[in-house]
Nanobody, 123 residues
Framework: QVQLVESGGGLVQAGGSLRLSCAAS????????MGWFRQAPGKEREFVAA????????WHADSVKGRFTVSRDNAKNTVYLRMDSLKPEDTAAYYC????????????????WGQGTLVTVSS
């Protein structure tokens, strides 16, 4: 069973950068497609980015494309989300997620969720 723990959230001014990390339990990490989602108060959860088990394929939502970059290091059992040029509308709780199927992550129904880390972007 995989467990996910996010870190790296915080308060940053618009235009700034943050890197979120998601550390997974050692069991079968490389077998999972990893994803990032976010949810702001009063809004539905939305897909942010995902990366295949090998790291060979990545996906980014249009709203973050060109600003956010997802990556992973299977040797460290960690997935990252580098966030640049942050905007106030990026403010949300960010959740790491995992599933053995790419489609489950992309469609927003991953098997495992992390507890979330809060990102607040001030103007």
């Amino acid at each position: 069973q995989v467990q996910l723990v996010e870190s790296g959230g915080g308060l940053v001014q618009a235009g700034g950068s943050l890197r979120l990390s998601c550390a997974a339990s050692v069991r079968t990490f490389s077998s999972y497609t990893m994803g990032w989602f976010r949810q702001a108060p009063g809004k539905e959860r939305e897909f942010v980015a995902a990366i295949s088990w090998s790291g060979g394929s990545t996906w980014h939502a249009d709203s973050v494309k060109g600003r956010f970059t997802v990556s992973r290091d299977n040797a460290k059992n960690t997935v990252y989300l580098r966030m640049d040029s942050l905007k106030p509308e990026d403010t949300a709780a960010y959740y790491c997620a995992a599933d053995r199927l790419v489609s489950s992550v992309l469609n927003g129904y991953p098997e495992v969720w992390g507890q979330g880390t809060l990102v607040t972007v001030s103007s």
